[in-house]
């Protein structure tokens, strides 16, 4: 499995992203696919997660009402559209694969394919 994250960058607070992670490498019925991000020094946070299969999804609450996270399985991508960003978002954001039950989804240690991660600097 490879996962392939992008996007990232420098922007100012109040302005917008979108994060790319392209799957390969298998068929992802069954998994879920998660957004986490970590800044030096600190463990790794969940911030978002999708099922590969159906409608579900979960979103932290430090970002709740400013991210979206979504699919599109015709390109085996999933999106974290990040808006109204503030300063404390500033992280490297990495996408995961994995099959945590739906009330262990943010528990980043039940996933076990990590992309490489993108940095996202967002000024004050």
């Known amino acids: 499995v490879q996962l392939q994250a992008s996007g990232g960058g420098l922007v100012q607070a109040g302005n917008s992203l979108k994060l790319s992670c392209k799957a390969s490498?298998?068929?992802?019925?069954?998994?879920?696919i998660g957004w986490f991000r970590q800044v030096p020094g600190k463990e790794r946070e969940f911030v978002a997660a999708?099922?590969?299969?159906?409608?579900?999804?979960s979103v932290a609450d430090s970002v709740k009402g400013r991210f979206t996270i979504s699919k599109d399985n015709t390109k085996d991508t999933v999106y974290l559209q990040m808006d109204s960003l503030k300063p404390e978002d500033t992280a490297v954001y990495y996408c995961?694969?994995?099959?945590?039950?739906?009330?262990?989804?943010?528990?980043?240690?039940?996933?076990?394919?990590w992309g490489q991660g993108t940095l996202v600097t967002v000024s004050s």
């Open positions: 995961a694969v994995g099959r945590p039950i739906i009330s262990a989804i943010d528990q980043a240690d039940l996933y076990y394919y």
């Open positions: 490498g298998r068929t992802f019925s069954g998994y879920s």
């Open positions: 999708l099922r590969w299969s159906g409608a579900y999804t």
